[in-house]
């Protein structure tokens, strides 16, 4: 029994696999994948390019780090600081060991820094599960100066398996990549006459929110059952996506 079954999985591994090289929809999107993974600049780049915008002392929040090489340590601001409960990281080397609700729930009773702080950027990376990144935004709202820029990850996934809810579903054509619902709360804020925002098509997608800074209109709600055709279809528009060369010549005409 146990031979059979092991000879049963051995087949449909293989036959996966070659689905894999030959099913039109898994080269596809593999090959999404491939452009994406290739694009330019970098989500580092983009925020050491915000913060190289201000001529005082820069302060600097990236909730979600993970590996600090990945990003967090390539930063460069004045005064940094770093939150993530450590769920992928074991050595989880940052200031504030917690989830980001905890963090600006701590923030706000002035238990951790100082309440009445504000960041010229936070960097949005946790949790990439729309209710928790709707979650960030508007917290870090609170705490983002005037003229200051909210920027988070994975806001333009190239297809739905990459948008896919549970990151461990792997089987699929996006395979490891995985971008989850970032997107729908981007949307959401897309609509709100609070921000400024646009989406630099780079990196799977570096979203920009600015209280002050008139980087793109809001739009009218639009898709509101969030349905990934609908966005694949009229992405440009929803996002507000824009090439960084675009994106910099609109900040430095104001």
Not at 98 to 122: A, G, H, P
Request: glycine share 4%; with cysteine.
């Amino acid at each position: 029994m146990l031979k059979n079954n092991f000879i049963y999985k051995t087949i449909k591994k293989y036959i996966y696999g070659q689905r894999m090289l030959t099913d039109p929809i898994f080269i596809e999107i593999e090959e999404k994948s491939k452009e994406e993974s290739n694009k330019k600049p970098s989500r580092t780049e983009i925020i050491n390019y915000l913060l190289s915008l201000k001529k005082d002392k820069t302060i600097y929040l990236e909730i979600g780090v993970r590996n600090p090489d990945d990003n967090y340590n390539s930063i460069k601001a004045d005064e940094k600081y770093s939150v993530d409960p450590g769920v992928e990281f074991d050595s989880n080397p940052v200031d504030f060991k917690m989830t980001s609700d905890m963090f600006f729930q701590s923030l706000d009773e002035n238990k951790v820094l100082n309440k009445d702080i504000r960041f010229d950027v936070i960097f949005i990376d946790g949790l990439h599960l729309a209710e928790q990144v709707d979650r960030d935004i508007a917290n870090s709202l609170k705490y983002i100066k005037d003229d200051g820029f909210i920027v988070l990850h994975d806001c333009n996934p190239p297809s739905e398996w990459h948008a896919r809810e549970n990151y461990n579903y792997i089987h699929t054509p996006a395979k490891g990549f995985w971008n989850g619902t970032t997107w729908k709360a981007f949307m959401k804020w897309r609509f709100s006459n609070l921000v400024y925002s646009c989406c630099i098509n780079s990196d799977w997608g570096v979203g920009i929110l600015s209280k002050k800074n008139k980087i793109g209109e809001s739009i009218e709600p639009t898709n509101l059952f969030f349905e990934f055709a609908v966005f694949d279809k009229n992405r440009a528009e929803h996002l507000n996506l824009i090439e960084f060369d675009d994106f910099k010549k609109i900040i430095e005409s104001q």
